[in-house]
């Protein structure tokens, strides 16, 4: 794939050219880089700047046909959709509704929801990720791996909490969760007596005119959708996440985020206030606070907040910083994440992390590679799973894209989709035991499932 890659702002409306706001030259140069080589299939920044804002597109839709990527260009957006379902929260709060301190419970009579020796999960509980429930429920089996959220109905996300034991009080400590967001967006639309998408239609995307923006996306916005790619390159569908669309099912465009931040920026309205304010620490001895669903942080002297997001073929990074003078979207359709270039767009001059340098793969038989073939949990929530597809070894994380691996020695693999090592152990008797992954200057042993 040769992608080809647009250079020129696509202007907003109301937004004359002589006032788009420009894009770092370190953030334009990576960007091409990235699509140039296909890394990234496709990439789509939008920078506001004050008042004015523009759209930059890099690579191609559809490799092959040079269609480049612009302001009405669909992505899935992921975990971005969790800051939507912490807005209809505030409004809730806003229209005295709710409370933010309420027990879910009392918005889902007919679920058993858990609770730790009598303290109960809030509302405030499940959008700063302090309910004590896990990253994903323990009753997640997906059918199909490319799509593994297709199948998880409400019945199962009922069932999951029924029997759920939480492991500490809820209010106590961040446990990032996707199921607590999913239980938030169900309780919300019950609250209200509709379903998650009518709701996300009637509060946030119809008011701000976000015409390209759904959980159920249109004939329209499916014409307009980049296909996902995996970290490989090959195409995968956009997942359906059924009742965990609150956490991350969201479609967009660039044009109607740009839209969707500016009005935490500049509109004065009590729901886009509490959504950003301050609630809880991330980490009892850091400077990262939580909003509802949004990270807080401060960096060159400014405060700024930013959520991302990534599904299996799309990867999103959306902030501003709380003065509303700057704020940046990135989306693509690749499962690979743009955190880095956002950062470095919203504040200019922040250091782009070099490029992993390709690595010589050498070649080892099928047969030795079948060795390597198995489940390798870290805990309940998170599973490895190393398989052998049509190129090679390939390894996933639970709720993540497949990545290849390149064998570099005996029992040593390397990622060159992400900036990760993975290398096997084997016991006494020669057989594969364990897996370690080298990431971030951490070493994780995963040891094997029998």
């Excluded at 090959?234 to 099912?249: Q, R, S």
């Excluded at 490029?355 to 073939?373: D, F, G, N, S």
């Excluded at 390939?394 to 993540?400: I, L, R, S, Y």
């Excluded at 064998?407 to 897996?435: E, H, N, Y």
Aim: glycine share 8%; hydrophobic share 40%.
């Amino acid at each position: 794939m040769t992608p080809t890659f647009a250079l020129l702002p696509l202007c907003l409306a109301g937004t004359a050219a002589l006032a788009a706001p420009a894009l770092d030259d370190a953030v334009r140069q990576r960007a091409e880089e990235l699509t140039r080589t296909g890394v990234h299939a496709s990439i789509v920044i939008a920078v506001i700047d004050g008042k004015h804002s523009a759209v930059y597109g890099f690579g191609s839709v559809h490799a092959g046909k040079n269609i480049k990527p612009g302001a009405d260009t669909v992505y899935q957006i992921g975990s971005v959709t969790k800051t939507m379902t912490a807005l209809l929260l505030a409004d809730a709060v806003a229209e005295n509704k709710v409370k933010l301190d309420e027990p879910v419970a009392t918005l889902l009579p007919g679920y058993t929801v858990p609770a730790f020796d009598g303290k109960k999960i809030s509302l405030l509980d499940l959008a700063t990720h302090y309910s004590s429930l896990p990253r994903l429920p323990d009753n997640f089996a997906p059918k199909d791996p490319a799509n593994p959220y297709a199948d998880y109905t409400e019945a199962r996300q009922r069932q999951f909490l029924a029997a759920y034991h939480l492991p500490h009080a809820p209010g106590t400590k961040f446990d990032y969760s996707n199921i607590g967001y999913a239980v938030l967006g169900t309780a919300l639309a019950a609250q209200a007596g509709s379903s998650y998408e009518a709701l996300l239609q009637k509060r946030i995307a119809v008011p701000l005119g976000m015409r390209s923006t759904s959980n159920q996306p249109t004939h329209g916005m499916l014409a307009r959708l980049a296909p996902g790619h995996l970290l490989s390159g090959e195409l995968t569908p956009a997942w359906d996440l059924n009742v965990v669309a609150p956490a991350g099912g969201v479609y967009s465009s660039a044009r109607d985020m740009v839209a969707y931040l500016q009005a935490y920026m500049f509109k004065p309205l009590r729901p886009y206030a509490l959504a950003i304010k301050p609630q809880r620490p991330l980490a009892p001895d850091g400077d990262t606070k939580i909003g509802l669903s949004w990270l807080l942080e401060q960096q060159q002297g400014r405060s700024y907040a930013w959520h991302s997001g990534q599904t299996g073929g799309y990867a999103s990074y959306a902030a501003f910083t709380t003065d509303g003078k700057r704020g940046v979207m990135v989306l693509t359709n690749t499962a690979r994440d743009v955190d880095a270039l956002g950062l470095s767009t919203l504040l200019p001059g922040t250091p782009l992390p070099p490029l992993k340098k390709p690595q010589a793969a050498i070649e080892v038989p099928r047969a030795a590679l079948a060795e390597y073939v198995g489940e390798y949990p870290l805990d309940k929530d998170f599973t490895l799973t190393v398989t052998l597809g049509k190129q090679g070894l390939e390894a996933a994380g639970t709720g993540m894209g497949s990545a290849p691996l390149f064998a570099s020695a005996k029992d040593q693999f390397f990622f060159r989709a992400i900036d990760a090592d993975l290398a096997f152990t084997r016991d006494a008797a020669g057989k594969v035991a364990s897996a370690v992954l080298k990431q971030g200057g951490q070493d994780v042993v995963l040891p094997r499932k029998p």
